[in-house]
């Protein structure tokens, strides 16, 4: 499923994120930067040691990543130039500011691509593995923030991709960006 806003190609996919060819991949990483299970472990195994020798340096510098923001890398091996890291939020029910933080982790991947001119991010579903975010929810509040980009006009932002893991996934993000489109189509 694709839909184009003002120029930027969004879409869903099912592959393997450490697979992708853009500008940067997008680690559901935890705030210590030094790898883990899931996505994380996966980028970092794929990538070599140069991405976790810059995950070194950010913690000397700032001590990790706190949930909600994010962080740019080398990409080491992977084909894609950069790995940006950012922290979802364990799902503790919803009323711990979980919406909040998971649209944060979007919004502030988002910012490191413009920041650095980039034209192409894929992203992981943030927060869905271990972190235990319901994946609706999920799917719902990545495919609006990229929405609210892309309707902008504003970042460098030519193409994002949500790299899925499974057909479920997969299934929930093409609901959303159907909806997108028939909201934009609404207002046309």
């Given amino acids: 499923m694709k ?33 883990g299970g899931g996505v994380d472990g996966a980028i970092h195994r794929a990538g070599g040691p140069a991405i976790l020798e810059d995950c070194y340096r950010i913690r000397e510098r700032q001590g990790g990543c706190p949930t909600g923001e994010a962080v740019i890398t080398t990409a080491g091996n992977l084909p894609a130039r950069h790995v940006i890291h950012t922290v979802g939020p364990v799902w503790n029910g919803g009323d711990q500011l979980e919406p909040d933080l998971l649209r944060h982790c979007y919004i502030h991947c988002l910012q490191l691509a413009d920041e650095h001119k980039l034209t192409s991010i894929s992203f992981p579903n943030i927060s869905t593995g271990i972190y235990g975010y319901p994946k609706p929810e999920a799917a719902e509040i990545a495919v609006s923030v990229v929405q609210q980009y892309a309707e902008t006009g504003n970042g460098s932002l030519e193409q994002i991709r949500f790299v899925c893991f499974d057909g479920d996934n997969l299934a929930l993000y093409e609901q959303q960006l159907e909806q997108a489109k028939s909201s934009i189509e609404d207002i046309l």
């Fill in 3 to 35: 839909i184009v806003i003002n120029g930027v190609t969004i879409e869903a996919v099912q592959a393997d994120i450490t697979r992708e060819q853009v500008d940067a991949i997008v680690n559901a990483a935890n705030s210590s930067l030094l790898g």
